[in-house]
Every structure is written in C-alpha cells, then in structure tokens.
C-alpha cells in the first residue's frame, strides 16, 4: 500500500449520496494539508475539496453546499461527503496530500464515483 489509499466509490442515482474516505499514511498526516481532486472522462483533474492541518477547508465553486470534506485525526482519514450527487459528479476522485515536513506530493490510485439517471 501507498501512503494514500482511498475508498467508498460506486454507482450511485441522482440525488443520492456517497462517501468516500482516504486513509493517510501515519507517518504524513499530521503535517499534511489534504484534498479531494477528480477527473471526468476525457477532461482534467480538478480541486474538489481541501483541507489544512487545522481544519480549514476550501471546496470548488461546483460541489459548494453540496460537499463536505473532513480529518480524522484519531483514524488518519480525509473524508468526502458528497450529497445531492449530478450526473456532472461523475469522475475518478483522487485523494491528494502535500507533506509540509518532506515537501513531498502524494496521490492515491483513484476511485470511480459514476452518478447515473
């Protein structure tokens, strides 16, 4: 395993929801600011969500009010509520994790969100 490993993609209707949670290396997590990325068939990978160290949080025009992103700080875990999912939300959602204390970027593998009418 990498130091970011996600889950909790799937199929899901139209107004529904999913949860998708990244597990976040211990070794990083404490340092790390954390996001949520997606990439839609045939378009490019863009910010979902985020996190800092802190708590604070930014998310995409697009899934605002929609989205909530949170830490985990006992589990190690960045999570991605998504409700009231659209058939636009379909994508490859990537975990993502700047390490403050190495410098280094992380991605995870990626996990399929499919919304369907």
């Known amino acids: 395993q990498g130091e970011l490993v996600e889950s909790g993609g799937g199929l899901v209707q139209a107004g529904g929801s999913l949860r998708l949670s990244c597990g976040v290396s211990t070794s990083i997590f404490s340092s790390a600011w954390v996001a949520w990325y997606r990439q839609p068939p045939g378009k490019p990978r863009d910010l979902v969500a985020a996190?800092?160290?802190?708590?604070?949080?930014n998310y995409a025009d697009s899934v605002k009010g929609r989205f909530t992103i949170s830490r985990d700080n006992v589990k190690n875990t960045v999570d991605l509520q998504m409700n009231s999912l659209k058939l636009e939300d379909t994508a490859v959602y990537f975990c993502?994790?700047?390490?403050?204390?190495?410098?280094?970027?992380?991605w995870g593998k990626g996990t399929l969100v499919t919304v369907s009418s």
């Open positions: 996190i800092t160290t802190g708590g604070l949080t």
């Open positions: 993502y994790a700047h390490s403050w204390e190495r410098g280094v970027d992380y």
